[in-house]
């Protein structure tokens, strides 16, 4: 006689409930501090070797100035360099990347995709956002790029520097708004408010970008549960073509969480992150409701088919990305590397015709197969035949146990070769992805 047995299935883990200071937020793999100086001849080498056949090439360039620096800030970014430094920075960022294009990795390829981040591009006068262009069209040229993505913070917007942003071929207009409310705002350490928002957001649509993206943050400093509502709704009004919404959290390099160690305090005083999950829920149910569909866990669109978000798809399927200026994070022929990240080492290296790398890391195969599949999960699907095609794996027997404990949760399933995150598991999707991660990379910091 046998006796039948059923198995347990995993227990969902318990959530962290409180903001307590560190990033939560996986935008890499393996993640950044294993990245040494040791490692960058792995990236000299990588750029003197031709290009992968069909590997997309991406820029970035990164604009580190800002008129004021937000208390949740942890980029690096200037708020008091003068025109000549700003002129200085643009013209050893124009010489990166002159030393860049004669190499074997670009192989004759033009950008398929620029994106202009920060900081503030926009904090650049007209004349210094044309100069920097246009010695960069001469370099390498972006007239076959499908997407230039420009971030910009309202207040620096007028409609004169809105054409000219237009004119210099940006598609994707991405407005740093965050909030809508100017107690919020000022609380937070922005330097616009609701006005100037407003204003910047009608010229823009006076220009015909291909779409206009808005930022906004769930859990702000003093946030409330109505001001969140308030956001939402003024925010489908405005009918934006994309909205890009993330949840609150304190990186050790903000000045709220210098405040929380001089005062002594573990938790932040911001919205725990059951509160953040179950505004950003709400946000998406109501921009739902609006007609806009939600395609990855942070952005929703009004049209899937017209509005693509060209910069994050490549790169989560293992694009170059040329990255210039101070700190900027790049992938080049299958190595990570960052830039150096202080201004004036950064700039006298570049000016003695050095390449300013600060630090790299060239993962193993199986790092970047982890690397893609945690990445594309964040858009709540993804192919698993895509992996063994590229790979030549089958991902569902390499994370096998990962997924089965995603399964037993009630966040994931696998239909054939689709596998879906419901809107539960997206919520916390960030705190998902650590299941993937390899032992060494794991770490307790994540929500």
Not at 178 to 195: F, Q, T, V, Y
Request: net charge negative; charged share 30%; glycine share 6%.
């Amino acid at each position: 006689m046998s006796t039948a047995t059923t198995e347990t299935p995993n227990p969902k883990p318990a959530l962290e409930t409180q903001t307590t200071a560190g990033n939560y937020f996986v935008s890499n793999y393996p993640p950044f501090s294993f990245w040494k100086p040791d490692y960058v001849p792995g990236l000299m080498e990588a750029i003197e070797r031709p290009p992968e056949p069909d590997t997309p090439l991406g820029v970035y360039v990164h604009i580190p100035f800002c008129r004021k620096r937000c208390h949740f800030c942890y980029f690096k970014v200037y708020t008091d360099k003068d025109s000549s430094e700003i002129r200085a920075y643009t013209s050893a960022v124009r010489r990166e990347l002159e030393t860049y294009a004669s190499k074997p990795f670009i192989g004759g390829r033009k950008p398929n995709f620029v994106y202009f981040g920060g900081g503030t591009p926009s904090y650049l006068s007209v004349n210094q956002l044309r100069e920097l262009t246009d010695a960069m069209k001469e370099v390498l040229p972006w007239d076959e790029a499908e997407e230039v993505a420009f971030e910009a913070e309202p207040g620096t917007l007028t409609k004169h520097k809105l054409e000219a942003i237009r004119e210099i071929g940006v598609t994707r207009l991405s407005l740093g708004v965050e909030n809508l409310d100017d107690r919020i705002l000022e609380l937070n350490g922005r330097a616009h408010r609701s006005k100037e928002i407003k204003r910047a957001y009608g010229f823009a649509r006076e220009f015909g970008f291909d779409h206009i993206n808005i930022d906004l943050i769930a859990g702000m400093l003093e946030e409330t549960e109505d001001n969140w509502k308030d956001v939402i709704r003024q925010t489908v009004d405005l009918a934006p073509d994309c909205i890009t919404i993330y949840e609150m959290e304190i990186p050790y390099n903000t000045t709220i969480y210098q405040r929380m160690k001089a005062e002594g305090k573990l938790i932040a005083p911001v919205a725990d992150w059951e509160t953040k999950r179950r505004w950003v829920d709400y946000a998406y149910k109501e921009l739902e409701n609006a007609g806009y569909t939600v395609t990855s866990a942070y952005t929703a669109v009004k049209d899937p088919e017209k509005t693509k978000f060209v910069y994050r798809d490549r790169l989560w399927e293992g694009a170059d990305l040329l990255s210039v200026g101070v700190a900027s994070f790049g992938h080049i022929g299958g190595t990570h590397y960052q830039n150096h990240h202080e201004f004036d080492p950064y700039v006298e290296r570049v000016n003695k015709d050095e390449l300013p790398i600060y630090r790299a890391l060239t993962p193993s195969a199986d790092e970047r197969l982890i690397r893609e599949f945690i990445l594309q999960m964040k858009l709540g699907h993804l192919s698993l035949g895509y992996f063994e095609e590229k790979f030549g794996v089958d991902s569902k027997t390499r994370f096998a146990e990962p997924l089965q404990r995603l399964k037993d949760w009630g966040f994931l399933t696998i239909d054939g070769d689709r596998l879906e995150i419901n809107r539960e598991g997206l919520l916390q999707v960030d705190k998902l992805l650590h299941e993937f991660f390899l032992p060494e990379h794991l770490n307790k910091r994540y929500a």
